[in-house]
């Protein structure tokens, strides 16, 4: 670990200790650890000392192996990120998501995931999920109150104290009297059918923008999403609905990968569609490449069993719903996400 400054050290709840300062010198760190304190931001600690532990934030670059491989924003480019959510039942955020760029950057700029790093945050993520984490003015789910999705991502799942949990699959888009879209890629009115639930994810196949009204025009675009390769497609979490003045449907999302991200998309089916496959396939291919983990659970918890290669191929036996995600269910009877990104069938 280098260090540009002199830093204060923590203990591992976080405390500081205030006649303990680290040096400028390079030093060696050799564990991990999430310090999550509710209502607040959490922090991301490494040990530099039986217990001294060192928070990691912009001021400080985190060496991982002998080749130097740093943990970095990776210069611009879209990092892979550690990604840990607090949502209540509509999948609305009750507590700033954890977002920490995990991969690397080659010398020629190019990124790329370091084995040690990898292991270790899956190690991480599978400790989350045996986790209380309380917030005030929320409890736990009974069911599944934490969830994992991918290798990187977990989800503490609350509903809201004294607040009846809105059963999934009801679609209640709201009447807006905000004007119609200057968007192309939006004007068409949906079927309801084609209407996705709260909660659900979706996917852009092509280029849309992030508003901040369901009025799309240049004035209140705040991103623009530029039409990706599947397994780097921006993914979204729907939590609510809207209509523009001409009835237009649009979805209110969370960016998935950039969880601070938050407004409205187009619901046009030709443009934004489910994340995860709904049939089973008879077979698929590994894209994601990381690979994928196979696990015992459907909630994709616990130690994988299993991690397949980009461009393995797999036989599907069938496909499970888990709350509102699918799962394959593979031959040898293990889960795997059936998520388009990291997977494609055959």
């Excluded at 607090?86 to 084995?115: E, K, R």
């Excluded at 699918?326 to 293990?334: D, E, P």
């Amino acid at each position: 670990m280098k260090n540009f400054s002199d830093y204060t050290l923590y203990n591992q709840i976080g405390d500081k200790l205030t006649d303990h300062i680290l040096s400028d010198n390079p030093t060696d760190a050799d564990c991990f650890t999430l310090l999550l304190t509710p209502n607040h931001n959490a922090n991301f600690l490494v040990r530099v000392g039986e217990d001294d532990w060192l928070k990691i934030d912009s001021n400080v670059t985190l060496n991982i192996g002998t080749s130097g491989d740093k943990l970095t924003d990776n210069g611009g480019l879209t990092p892979t990120n550690f990604v840990v959510n607090f949502v209540d039942q509509n999948g609305q955020t009750v507590q700033s998501p954890i977002v920490l760029p995990i991969s690397s950057v080659h010398s020629d700029g190019t990124s790329y995931m370091n084995a040690d790093v990898a292991n270790d945050m899956t190690a991480m993520r599978d400790d989350l999920t045996r986790v209380t984490y309380n917030i005030d003015g929320y409890t736990p789910r009974a069911t599944d109150p934490v969830t994992t999705d991918g290798d990187y991502t977990t989800t503490f799942h609350y509903v809201k104290k004294s607040t009846p949990v809105t059963p999934s699959g009801t679609v209640t888009p709201a009447a807006d009297t905000i004007s119609s879209s200057s968007d192309s890629s939006s004007k068409n009115n949906q079927d309801p059918q084609n209407v996705q639930v709260k909660g659900l994810a979706v996917y852009a196949t092509k280029a849309i923008g992030l508003y901040k009204t369901p009025n799309f025009s240049k004035m209140s675009r705040r991103y623009l999403y530029d039409r990706q390769s599947r397994t780097s497609r921006p993914q979204f979490v729907v939590t609510n609905y809207a209509r523009s003045k001409k009835g237009t449907l649009r979805y209110k999302v969370r960016d998935v990968r950039n969880p601070q991200r938050e407004g409205f998309i187009t619901a046009n089916s030709n443009y934004v569609t489910n994340t995860y496959y709904q049939t089973k396939p008879k077979a698929i291919k590994v894209l994601s490449r990381h690979g994928i983990n196979a696990y015992d659970q459907v909630s994709l918890s616990g130690k994988h069993l299993k991690h397949y290669a980009q461009g393995t191929s797999l036989k599907v036996k069938a496909i499970k719903s888990y709350h509102l995600t699918n799962r394959f269910v593979l031959s040898n009877g293990h889960y795997i996400s059936a998520n388009k990104v990291l997977v494609i069938k055959k």
